[in-house]
Nanobody
C-alpha cells in the first residue's frame, strides 16, 4: 500500500508561487495515477489536477489551467504541483491522492476513484 505525504504549503501573497510535493512510500508509486484536490471548510472537495502513471497526459480544472502544473519525478515516486499566479481563491487545504491504474495513460478527476490520500498541506494566499 502506497502512503502519501504532502509538503510545501504555506502563506504567499497574491501573484506568488508555491510548489507542493507529494512523497510516496511503501510500494513503488510507478503503477499509480495521481491527483491533487483541495478543500476549504464548509465546501466540497474540489479537483485540481491529475496525471497518469506514465507522467503524461495530465488534466486540470478550469480554475487552475495555465497557472498550475502537475508533474512527477523520473522515478515516479514524487508528484509535484507547481502553482503560479496564485489568487486568494486558491486558499485551501491541498490533498494528494493516488490509485493503482492498469492503464499507463489514464488520469482521474473524480475523488471517489482514488483509494489512497495524504493528510494535506495548507495553502493560504493573501490579497
Amino acid at each position: 500500500q502506497v502512503q502519501l505525504v504532502e509538503s510545501g504549503g504555506g502563506l504567499v501573497q497574491a501573484g506568488g508561487s508555491l510548489r507542493l510535493s507529494c512523497a510516496t512510500s511503501g510500494i513503488s508509486a510507478n503503477g499509480y495515477a495521481m491527483g491533487w484536490f483541495r478543500q476549504t471548510p464548509g465546501k466540497e472537495r474540489e479537483f485540481v489536477a491529475a496525471i497518469s502513471r506514465r507522467g503524461f497526459p495530465a488534466y486540470y480544472a478550469d480554475s487552475v489551467l495555465g497557472r498550475f502544473t502537475i508533474f512527477r519525478d523520473n522515478a515516479g515516486n514524487t508528484v509535484f504541483l507547481q502553482m503560479n499566479s496564485l489568487r486568494p481563491e486558491d486558499t485551501a487545504r491541498y490533498f494528494c491522492a493516488g490509485t493503482h491504474s492498469e492503464s499507463s495513460t489514464a488520469y482521474y478527476t473524480e475523488g471517489d476513484v482514488y483509494n489512497t490520500w495524504g493528510q494535506g498541506t495548507q495553502v493560504t494566499v493573501s490579497s
